[in-house]
């Protein structure tokens, strides 16, 4: 019978785990959620709903965010009563013409540049600048301090002005543009000194979805943009409390300023996320539903941000730490969210035992560990993996040992440690075949 040469066979890969990138994390600080400034009258919450236009130049002034001296607001309002003043000296019995008028003065007087993202009042006063919320507030205060009975109308993408007639009328009135009372009429347009048009056209695709809104929700209509360019911006610090002052101001319309402010808090939460600054979203998350309620959109969200603070720490191996978050922020947690933060430190902590164990070779003991666990989790496809990675390796090893025997001619002592090994893993196919081998050449 010839020669027979065994070869050595090389072990299964060990298992691998993905680390975060340990790229120092950007510190961000909390915003505060507390509304800046209360508005008050005489001392006592204003609780005011109808305002008249000097209310309403006050308020929207308020709620620009900006830091304006009473000289500089002394100045706007002179303006506006200067305004006031020639609307009313050409007022009329007719409640179209009188909106006519409105426009015209402003026009004439303030209104010179449509700029869109332009929603300040003050801003509008001093360079003539204007989009839809600044000019339709401006138009709103004047409408109501003649008489009319002017009411703000808000799409996803616009504002404007509905005026209702006491004969039971109502008619639009688009104030981006001179022509814009009762759009779709047509109208002579007027033009500057220099021949250039002082208007923009907006399609009239910008009135699905209108909604009437309340006066104190049209005062705060230019916080509502302001807030979407801080957010744009990351500068929730200015942001979140001028969202917070705007939905404690707000009464009628709650569910949507509320929708608003929530929005704003989970864009800093996924923005602290993804700078890996959990604390600081769960943080904020925890503080907001504390102080004004949770709600199904901020849970989920703080859940999510829970689970990813957790992952985070098994990636690291940092299990001890994993079960802190758990614990420091269980608060708000869903079981099912408690559950799967469990099952991931449980999985993770394991794999990262099994594989430190197959490091040394321990593949038995890698094996048994696999076991173990997969009478919790008898569907984890990893533990199925490491159980049979630790077996195949074992049966590698139990090779390699025997074959420098085998192949010396030594088969009675390379066969006794194939029939130890077998007996530790007596369903590994490489060990069988190898018993079956060195019997045959020693004609057993």
Known sequence: MGSVFFKRIFLSAIIIFSLI????AKEIKVPQIVAPYKISYDGKPFEKEELW?????LL???FEDEDLSNEEYEIIQDCYDDLFEKVRMERTQDELENAEIIMKVMYDNVLSYYSKNQTKLSVMFRTGKYNCVSSSLLFLALAKDCGLDARMQETP????VTVYTKDGRQFDVETTNPA?????VKKMVSQNSTGSKKYTVVPKTYYSNRKEISDRK???LTAKNICAELSDRNDFEKGIPLAATVYEFVTKEKAA????FEAMCVNFAAYANQNRQYEAALDLLKTVMDEYGKSDFLVRNYNDIVFNAAAESCNGNDFDKARQVLITYSGYLTEKTVQEINDMIFETENLEEIQNLMQQQKFLEAAKLADSALNRQPQNQQFKKAKNNSLYNHGVLVHNQAVPLMNDGKYSEALKILEAGLKDNPA??????????VKKQIGK
């Open 21 to 24: 990138s340990s790229a120092a």
């Open 53 to 57: 236009g000097d209310e309403i130049l």
């Open 60 to 62: 929207a002034t308020l």
């Open 157 to 160: 993408v616009h504002a404007f």
């Open 180 to 184: 814009g009372v009762n759009p779709g």
């Open 218 to 220: 049209a005062v705060t």
């Open 257 to 260: 300023v509320r929708k608003d």
């Open 428 to 437: 590994n196919q490489l060990i069988k075949s190898d018993v079956e081998k």
